[in-house]
T-cell receptor
Framework: NAGVTQTPKFQVLKTGQSMTLQCAQD?????MYWYRQDPGMGLRLIYY???????DKGEVPNGYNVSRLNKREFSLRLESAAPSQTSVYFC?????????????FGDGTRLSIL | AQSVAQPEDQVNVAEGNPLTVKCTYS??????LFWYVQYPNRGLQFLLK??????LVKGSYGFEAEFNKSQTSFHLKKPSALVSDSALYFC???????????????FGAGTRLAVHP
């Protein structure tokens, strides 16, 4: 019972490099999310996908793009990495249409930009 | 603006003692509140939620939370702390102003719980 799977778990990039973070869920959830976690700031929503075929910006979308590849997969792309994007990135999913259901999180990708 | 606050960066408790992790919220309307726990190098795990009904909500791992509307609080509690409860705890509230058809959450900054033997 995998839940939400994120790859890679760790990555170091140089400034200006690009990278795609992968996320897949096996719970048949409609909604998926990308957050970043920084010390003392809790979780901030980068992008979300309320359902397959739709994506929308969250609180901090600048410097990122997303693709909802199918119902299972939601990827996050950094086109030109910057040191300010050093963070821990979490993907989450939820049933979406059923309000007040909890979000389920992956174990995160720890990204360092040098 | 809707928000959630966790006033303590860290809470220290001796094993076997009761613990409380505080959370206060500000929303326009009836709140929908959640607690999550994060262990080192792991994602957030859902503990419990308050939607409506009894003010005392029971959740996973022996945790419970008390909803207090007059004090706009939703404190997390456990009668007897374990060393294994040491983790980062997040309170969250559903963003009621968001009409995108899904459960958009606003998270607090987190409280680190340290349980000492």
């Amino acid at each position: 019972n995998a839940g939400v799977t994120q790859t890679p778990k760790f990555q170091v990039l140089k400034t200006g490099q690009s990278m795609t973070l992968q996320c897949a869920q096996d719970m048949n959830h409609n909604s998926m999310y990308w957050y970043r976690q920084d010390p003392g700031m809790g979780l901030r929503l980068i992008y979300y996908s309320a359902s397959e075929g739709t994506t929308d910006k969250g609180e901090v979308p600048n410097g990122y793009n997303v693709s909802r590849l199918n119902k299972r997969e939601f990827s996050l792309r950094l086109e030109s990495a910057a040191p300010s994007q050093t963070s821990v990135y979490f993907c989450a999913s939820s049933e979406g249409e059923v309000l007040n259901q909890p979000q389920h999180f992956g174990d995160g990708t720890r990204l360092s930009i040098l | 603006a809707q928000s959630v606050a966790q006033p303590e960066d860290q809470v220290n408790v001796a094993e076997g003692n009761p613990l409380t992790v505080k959370c206060t919220y500000s929303v326009s309307g009836n709140p929908y509140l959640f607690w999550y726990v994060q262990y080192p190098n792991r994602g957030l795990q859902f503990l419990l939620k308050y939607i409506t009904g009894d003010n005392l909500v029971k959740g996973s791992y022996g945790f419970e939370a008390e909803f207090n509307k007059s004090q706009t609080s939703f404190h997390l509690k456990k009668p007897s702390a374990l060393v294994s409860d040491s983790a980062l705890y997040f309170c969250a509230v559903r963003d009621l102003l968001f009409s995108g058809g899904y459960n958009k959450l606003i998270f607090g900054a987190g409280t680190r719980l340290a349980v000492h033997p």
